[in-house]
């Protein structure tokens, strides 16, 4: 239905910072001041209407990992899930994000197979291998305003210094997923009880601090604009408080898991739970909550990785990484707010307008945002049947949860 009226909906507005129940009329995902003709007649008492999400870290799979999913599948999840853009790292198997001709292929299909608005960040090295600089400039002509090296491993930190400078000149952000390989080796979970119990390889929350720290100086050097993804320990908290202290140009997120579970789920050497960065301890996730609210943490994101039934069958330490978040992002956010962590339009801010500043995709995303119905008292069982993506690895599998999204109205 392409015109919409919706009765008596509460209204949650982050760019006019509005909250306010009303009757509002939706023209092809648009707002408009009235329409003399409708298709669609809503009932909106009890439930929010808010722009649609901005994702600042999700992979879809695709090209070349479709046995976990498809720019189809997770397009779909998204979108239904009221997720309209997605920012996706460049560690796709085989690595085409190096290339910035190849990327606006993957932009289209994105649009054509998902209907979602895919935002691709380039590779900060060629292929990811750490050692020579990828073209930042034919990545930025191609469309990218950021790049990173993802979970990938630098040579050395002269590498990371002439990338920077590199990206500086061309007023590209690069994206940190911080973690010191030398310190997280071959860990896969947090260090601590459960995991020294369990007898599980570990990784410390200094692997996290101690790259952070690293970046720092460099970003400080350099003057280059940074952006540090998927925060999980409480003292990477506070080095970003002291660098937003210090003016430098800094933005940080959080996966909405981080501030919800802990590594109390991987006892009984539960797959579902093991992500990376992994699930910590639960001073790490009271200071993360904090951070999100002072205004530290920027924004909150899914870290969405849907993979196959077959990839958490393994013995936890070989089951590979990963929580299949898109369909649990709005229930979760909503516990929030019932929590008191946030006002209902906090919350929104946190995953529409903050992410869509910081990926600087803020006047696209208000030309193309829509607009997401959500009935926060809504309750509903996660299971496999329930999953819209095509993983449904995540720790939340049989619980029941309140908050989800009703309808998706996108502008075609």
């Not at 023209?27 to 808010?50: C, H, P, S, Y």
């Not at 720290?213 to 952006?227: C, F, N, P, S």
């Amino acid at each position: 239905m392409s015109r919409v009226k919706i009765e008596n909906v509460r209204v949650l507005d982050p760019v006019q910072q509005t909250d306010h129940v009303e009757t509002i009329y939706l023209d092809q995902g648009k707002r408009v001041a009235e329409l003399t003709e409708v298709d669609q007649v809503i009932n909106g008492q009890g439930k929010w209407l808010m722009p649609s999400m901005v994702d600042l870290c999700a992979r879809v799979r695709e090209p070349g990992q479709q046995q976990h999913g498809t720019l189809k599948s997770e397009g779909k999840a998204a979108r239904e899930n009221g997720i309209l853009h997605v920012i996706t790292p460049p560690d796709s198997k085989p690595i085409v994000q190096d290339n910035g001709a190849l990327i606006q292929g993957l932009v289209e299909k994105a649009w054509q197979d998902g209907k979602i608005h895919l935002h691709i960040i380039g590779a900060q090295t060629q292929g990811l291998n750490g050692k020579q600089p990828a073209n930042m400039a034919g990545l930025k002509k191609g469309g990218c305003s950021a790049v990173t090296n993802a979970n990938a491993a630098f040579q050395d930190d002269d590498v990371v210094i002439r990338t920077l400078e590199y990206a500086a000149g061309l007023g590209l952000t690069v994206v940190f997923y911080p973690e010191e390989h030398q310190l997280a080796k071959d860990g896969c979970v947090h260090e601590g009880f459960v995991a020294s119990r369990q007898g599980l390889p570990m990784i410390p929350s200094i692997a996290e601090t101690v790259a952070i720290a690293k970046y720092l100086l460099m970003i400080e050097v350099t003057g280059v604009r940074a952006h540090f993804s998927l925060l999980s320990s409480g003292a990477s908290v506070e080095l970003i408080a002291a660098a937003k202290a210090k003016g430098l140009p800094v933005t940080a997120d959080v996966a909405m898991h981080q501030l919800h579970l802990t590594d109390a789920l991987i006892d009984g050497f539960n797959s579902l739970a093991h992500v990376r960065p992994p699930l910590r301890a639960e001073q790490d996730k009271a200071q993360l909550r904090e951070a999100v609210k002072s205004g530290v943490i920027d924004a909150i994101c899914t870290h969405h990785e849907p993979l196959s039934s077959s990839a958490k069958m393994l013995p936890f330490a070989e089951t590979e990484p990963g929580i299949s978040a898109f369909d649990t992002y709005v229930a979760l956010g909503t516990q929030l707010v019932r929590e008191g962590l946030f006002t209902p339009l906090e919350w929104v801010e946190k995953v529409t307008l903050a992410p869509a500043r910081v990926a600087k995709i803020l006047e696209c995303w208000q030309k193309e945002a829509g607009w997401v119905l959500v009935d926060p008292e809504l309750e509903w069982q996660v299971s496999k049947d329930s999953i819209i993506s095509q993983g449904k690895n995540t720790p939340l599998i049989g619980q029941t949860l309140q908050g989800k999204v009703i309808e998706t109205f996108y502008v075609k």
